[in-house]
C-alpha cells in the first residue's frame, strides 16, 4: 500500500511548522506501506494545485494531510472541511480572501473520506492526545482538507498542536478556528515534535488497517 502525507511549510513571520517537521520525521515505511511524504505551500491558490500534482504522480491508495492548529495542545481529527475561505491573515503570497467558496456550487461541507473514529480509537491506546474536530478553520489548512475530502482517493486532515523549539514562541496558527476564537487563542502544547511524528507513525498504522 502507498499512503501520502502532506504537512504545510512555516508562513507568517514564523520559520517553523510543526506538520512540516513532524511530517519529515514520519519513516518512509510502516507496517511494510510506502509513504511518500510533501510540503505544501500556506497559499488559497498553490496548495490545492500542488495537492491535486502529487496525487497525479504518486497515485496513494490512502491520503492523510496535516496542518499545524495554535490555541489547540491535542491532535485533532477533522471530520469535515467547509466551502469558506475566510483569512484572518494573508497567506505566504499576500491573498486574504474573505468568504469566498472554495469551489463555487459546492457542497456546504465535506465530510472526511477516512473513518476519523478508527484512527481516534488507535491514538487513544497508544496513548496519545486527540479528539474529533467539526471546525477546521477558514484559512488554507480547511481549504485543503475540503479539497482532500473530494478527491476518490480516501482522505482525513489532522491538526497538530503548533509546537515550536525551546525559545520561540508561534504567532500564528490561530487561524484553525473561526475569527473570534482565533483573536483570543494563546498558542499552547505540551507534546513534542519526535511525539507527534509517532502520533503520525500510528495514524499510518490505523490507517492502512482501514484499507485491507
Given at each position: ?24 520525521l ?30 497525479q ?33 494573508p ?65 482525513l ?22 475569527r ?16 507527534l ?16
Amino acid at each position: 500500500m502507498h499512503l501520502l502525507v502532506t504537512g504545510f511549510e512555516p508562513f507568517g513571520n514564523d520559520q517553523f511548522n510543526a506538520s512540516g517537521e513532524a511530517v519529515r520525521l514520519v519513516p518512509d515505511k510502516a507496517d511494510g506501506h510506502r509513504i511518500t511524504k510533501a510540503i505544501l505551500p500556506v497559499s488559497f491558490q498553490r496548495s490545492g494545485e500542488v495537492l491535486a500534482a502529487l496525487l497525479q504522480d504518486h497515485q496513494p491508495d490512502a491520503l492523510i494531510c496535516v496542518g499545524e492548529a495554535g490555541g489547540r495542545d491535542e491532535i485533532s481529527l477533522e471530520v469535515q472541511g467547509a466551502n469558506v475561505d475566510d483569512a484572518r491573515i494573508p497567506d505566504n503570497d499576500g491573498a486574504q480572501p474573505v468568504k469566498q467558496s472554495i469551489v463555487r456550487g459546492g457542497e456546504d461541507y465535506r465530510p472526511a473520506t477516512l473513518d476519523p473514529e478508527i484512527i481516534l480509537k488507535a491514538l487513544h491506546q497508544a496513548g496519545h492526545g486527540a479528539y474529533l474536530s467539526e471546525d477546521a478553520g477558514r484559512f488554507v489548512c480547511n481549504r485543503i482538507a475540503y479539497l482532500a475530502y473530494g478527491q476518490k482517493v480516501p482522505a482525513l486532515f489532522i491538526h497538530v498542536p503548533a509546537l515550536r523549539p525551546e525559545g520561540q514562541k508561534a504567532t500564528v496558527g490561530a487561524e484553525t478556528d473561526n475569527r473570534e476564537a482565533a483573536l483570543k487563542a494563546q498558542p499552547r502544547t505540551s507534546c513534542t515534535l519526535p511525539e507527534l511524528a509517532e502520533a503520525l507513525t500510528v495514524v499510518l498504522a490505523s490507517l492502512a488497517d482501514q484499507m485491507k
